[in-house]
């Protein structure tokens, strides 16, 4: 899975959001998501972290091996 192809599938499950992901190690496997969304406003950190996990439940599996999750309110 593409670092677009996850940008994506966070976007479509959270539409709207603003989403910036980082491969620092350029794998691909150990990545960071930067995530702005209207609806974590009123959200504890971990609701909002589990809300964006949920998008990506199967690639969490399968795919992708370490995430790392930045949750902004925009």
């Given at each position: 899975?593409?670092?677009?192809?996850?940008?994506?599938?966070?976007?479509?499950?959270?539409?709207?959001?603003?989403?910036?992901?980082?491969?620092?190690?350029?794998?691909?496997?150990?990545?960071?998501a930067?995530?702005?969304?209207?609806?974590?406003?009123?959200?504890?950190?971990?609701?909002?972290?589990?809300m964006?996990?949920?998008?990506?439940?199967?690639?969490?599996?399968?795919?992708?091996?370490?995430?790392?999750?930045?949750?902004?309110?925009?």
């Amino acid at each position: 899975m593409t670092v677009q192809e996850i940008k994506d599938k966070i976007q479509s499950g959270l539409p709207g959001s603003e989403v910036e992901i980082q491969d620092p190690y350029n794998d691909g496997v150990h990545i960071k998501a930067i995530v702005k969304f209207s609806g974590f406003s009123g959200k504890s950190v971990l609701e909002q972290h589990r809300m964006v996990y949920a998008t990506l439940k199967d690639e969490l599996k399968e795919e992708v091996h370490a995430l790392g999750l930045e949750t902004k309110v925009s």
